[in-house]
């Protein structure tokens, strides 16, 4: 009778495991979406509507293709980019 009742406690921990794990599962997946969303958002109001599209593109990719370096060349390339420009209003401005 021991046996039996701790197989049927057992089986029941796994049902629970199973089920938490499914919660959590459901939780850091509705976490991660909505942060997306918001940081997507965020790219759009902060950049050029060309520079939002590309880096969302490029975001996209990342999750993709399980590369995160992906995005971050797309932000350190807008990063040079207005380092070039600020160089060269600075340089047009001296002359």
Known sequence: M???TRS???ELNELAEVRNKDALFESRATNIINSA?????S???NYTPEQAD???RRFINAI???DSA???RGIRKIVESR???KALGQEESND
């Open 8 to 10: 049927i406690l057992q």
């Open 54 to 56: 590309e880096l969302e």
């Open 83 to 85: 380092k070039q420009s």
């Open 43 to 45: 790219i759009h109001k």
């Open 64 to 66: 993709r293709g399980q």
């Open 2 to 4: 021991k046996l039996r």
């Open 37 to 41: 969303i918001n940081l997507l958002e």
């Open 70 to 72: 992906k995005f971050t």
